[in-house]
């Protein structure tokens, strides 16, 4: 027995498992919806930054600079550093 385990990315899934059924009849399909873990909303919010990276709007710092901008915006919170 064949077994097959697809996950959908395209409009002609349908037809590419009709044609997989037509090879093998006995053929087991399965479906995995798993967003390893993710839940529907952060999903979709992950999609979004990864847009806007596609896009060219997401600024990236380095370690040092993310540490710096950390203890700045703390300073101004009133914390002693």
């Given at each position: 027995?064949?077994?097959?385990?697809?996950?959908?990315?395209?409009?002609?899934?349908?037809?590419?498992?009709?044609?997989?059924?037509?090879?093998?009849?006995?053929?087991?399909?399965?479906y995995?919806?798993?967003?390893?873990?993710?839940s529907?909303?952060?999903?979709?919010?992950?999609?979004?930054?990864?847009?806007?990276?596609?896009?060219?709007?997401?600024?990236?710092?380095?370690?040092?600079?993310?540490?710096?901008?950390?203890?700045e915006?703390?300073?101004?919170?009133?914390?002693?550093?």
């Open positions: 027995m064949t077994s097959i385990n697809i996950i959908p990315d395209n409009s002609n899934l349908i037809q590419a498992i009709k044609a997989v059924l037509q090879l093998d009849p006995k053929a087991q399909i399965t995995d919806d798993d967003l390893g873990g993710l529907l909303a952060d999903a979709k919010h992950l999609q979004e930054i990864s847009d806007a990276d596609d896009r060219g709007e997401v600024k990236y710092y380095s370690f040092d600079e993310m540490r710096e901008r950390s203890k915006h703390l300073r101004k919170l009133g914390a002693s550093l």
